[in-house]
């Protein structure tokens, strides 16, 4: 099969890029003689590096002039076959056009929300699947992969794995569950006092402690969390992506609402309860795996990003995330 050189886009985020990497994972099975070239955000090139799918991984700065004119010389002065955006929003499709890539292979209207977008591609795919990875293995097939998605796996680097042993070592810790009660908009989370109620019950009933994984801007979450945990004593963590990457791969169990950090973990390998409320499992929940998700009956879709909670994330009671934690353990009642 002759040498291709694919560009793919997908500049972020966390969550996303884990529900891409099937897809580009599909592409180099099929190609893997071939050059790919990633393109994502600078804060995101070590977690695609991590799945060791990309030939190189090009970084650019979208809200920077220079970053995005360096960015576009350089796409210009190279030969390519194909450009897939996987992200189907103005700013990645933008790209390729500007880059003067001749075919750019991207979603259909009818599957993205930035209303325009589909006329920068030269091929628009209409999707027939639900979830968000399966969308993008489409993609994948339109630019010649034989299956739409692969299976890939997700590397750490050593020394985030010696430091985060370090860590837990330091705190006592061997074993443990990681919490993430974040997630970008506040809607789709969980409340962070019943975090707190789980935290103290996994502690008093199954003798484990709790890590809070937050990220910028939840400082409040993991405070509230650790306020209402009784005397639990949940390890508060907040830490670059490489020893998160480390302290998800070693944790029993996470359990958190539709946000990047769970995604990460499921990649990883680590058993996963996922809380649902606003955003659809069937499009964005854990991929093929056999995680536990929750969500209350007759939830509705919405993707309304306001700060508070909303009602369907209610629904779900702590003693039923903590009995899918047990069954999702193998530990009996």
């Known amino acids: 099969m002759p040498d291709f050189r694919f560009l793919v ?23 893997p003689a071939s050059e790919i070239i990633w393109l994502t955000h600078p804060r995101w090139k070590l977690l695609v590096e991590s799945s060791a799918l990309a030939s190189e991984v090009w970084a650019t700065e979208t809200r920077s002039i220079p970053s995005l004119r360096k960015i576009i010389e350089a796409l210009r002065a190279a030969r390519w ?26 979603f259909s209207s009818e599957t993205i ?16 699947t639900t979830h968000i990875a399966d969308q993008n293995g489409e993609l994948s097939r339109r630019a010649g992969s034989g299956n739409p998605v692969a299976s890939f796996s997700l590397g750490v680097p050593q020394q985030d794995e010696c430091g985060i042993r370090d860590y837990l070592q330091n705190l006592g810790l061997d074993r443990y569950i990681v ?3 974040g997630g970008g908009w506040r809607s789709k989370c969980w409340p962070p006092e019943r975090f707190g109620q789980l935290s103290q019950l996994i502690r008093e009933s199954l003798g484990l402690r709790c890590v809070v994984n937050y990220g910028p801007g939840e400082d409040d979450l993991a405070l509230a969390v650790r306020e209402c945990s009784g005397d639990a004593g ?19 169990c996470i359990v958190g609402g539709d946000t990047g950090p769970l ?10 309860v996922a809380l649902f409320g606003p955003t659809d499992p069937a499009r964005n929940g854990p991929y093929g795996t056999e995680d536990i998700v929750l969500r209350a009956p007759g939830a509705v879709r919405t993707h309304s990003r306001i700060d508070e909670t909303h009602p369907s994330m209610l629904e779900i009671q702590v003693p039923e995330v903590f009995e899918a934690i047990r069954r999702r353990l193998g530990v009996s009642a």
């Not at 508060?236 to 944790?251: K, V």
């Not at 995604?263 to 996963?272: E, K």
């Open 113 to 128: 929300r930035e209303f325009g977008v589909p006329i920068l591609y030269t091929d628009r795919v209409r999707c027939v």
């Open 81 to 106: 076959d194909a450009a897939i955006d996987y992200q189907g929003l103005w700013k990645s499709a933008a790209l390729p056009f500007f880059g003067g890539i001749q075919r750019r292979i991207g």
């Open 263 to 272: 995604h990460l973990a499921i990649a990883l390998g680590t058993p996963a």
């Open 234 to 252: 949940p390890i508060p963590y907040n830490g670059p992506l490489g020893p998160l990457m480390a302290l998800l791969r070693n944790a029993a």
């Open 179 to 181: 919490l993430s009660p």
């Open 9 to 31: 886009l997908r500049l972020g985020s966390l969550g996303d890029i884990v529900h891409t990497f099937p897809a580009v994972a599909a592409l180099r099975e099929s190609f």
